[in-house]
């Protein structure tokens, strides 16, 4: 099950007065839209509920937009077939709420293999952010983080942030936890900082600087999503985005994950959509991993 179906996740969408509404055990949710008028998403579903029984249920709630976002558990066939038989009696959204393409990495790997999977350009950003003092500390501050990416993302920055707090309050502390990176000033022991597949980069409290980056994690089941990140330019300089994907992939291990979830990359079956991911999928794809597609809309 994807995170978007789970029992959490459906108590954070109510939290955003959102009706949820389970049909074949598919959580949908529905909700009233200015002109758009009554929308249901559907998202990630494992099974593709049974048409006649959606299309009678998605008539009393008068809906009139459907969003649907497939699974991994459907091939672009079934997925297709299957939207267009709904498209008869809705209007099916060209928007894609959750990313169509992603990048998967298999934690079942030691960590010195983890390590060796990034890019040369990865473990050199991941020296010099430990060179420029940089440290990572697990918190419970959803505010700092919440803090940072409103930063990081500028004008848009309390778009991205909305809900966080509700969805921090529901998976909190079993399903969650946050890092944050701060500057430092240089640190001794300098010497074993080459050893960075065995070291836990994490700050003392006394130690506490400036937060210059962050990440927001979520755990269900055997996978781990990076679910909300950003960094200051401040961090960006001192390379603390790195640092942070590799001490996220050592907790999620700990945590006893499987795999981790890089949430979403640019999909170039679609190349007119999300060019500003083009950036920020690079990064991403500077760690290693599999490459997975979903279905999508055609």
């Known amino acids: 099950m994807e995170i978007q179906q789970s029992p959490l996740y459906k108590k954070y969408i109510e939290a955003l007065h959102w009706t949820v509404v389970n049909l074949d055990g598919v959580n949908m949710w529905f909700k009233k839209i200015p002109i758009l008028g009554t929308m ?21 709630h008068n809906v009139r937009t459907v969003v649907v976002e497939s699974s991994m558990n459907h091939s672009q066939e079934e997925f297709s077939a299957w939207v267009n038989g709904l498209s008869k009696f809705f209007r099916i959204s060209k928007e894609s709420y959750l990313s169509t393409k992603t990048i998967f990495i298999d934690l079942s790997q030691p960590k010195k293999q983890l390590f060796q999977n990034f890019s040369s350009a990865k473990r050199r950003a991941m020296r010099r952010a430990e060179k420029y003092g940089v440290v990572v500390k697990e918190s419970k501050d959803i505010y700092a983080m919440i803090k940072v990416k409103n930063v990081s993302a500028g004008m848009f920055g309390g778009i991205t942030t909305y809900g966080m707090d509700k969805l921090w309050n529901i998976f909190s502390p079993k399903n969650a936890t946050i890092l944050l990176a701060y500057a430092m000033s240089s640190r001794e022991n300098d010497s074993d900082r080459s050893d960075l597949y065995n070291k836990d980069c994490f700050a003392t409290a006394r130690n506490d600087k400036e937060v210059v980056g962050g990440i927001l994690l979520l755990f269900w089941e055997n996978t781990a999503y990076y ?72």
């Open 40 to 60: 249901a998403k559907i998202q990630r579903p494992e099974v593709l509920p049974y048409l006649p029984k959606l299309i009678s249920l998605l008539k009393n």
């Open 227 to 298: 679910w909300l990140v950003g960094a200051t330019k401040k961090g960006k300089k001192l390379f603390a985005p790195t640092l942070l994907v590799w001490e996220a992939l050592k907790v999620s291990k700990k945590r006893k994950m499987k795999w981790f979830d890089f949430i979403g990359v640019w999909d170039e079956r679609t190349p007119r959509k999300n060019t500003s991911w083009k950036g920020f999928s690079k990064f991403k794809e500077g760690f290693g991993g599999k490459t997975i597609i979903y279905p999508i809309n055609k």
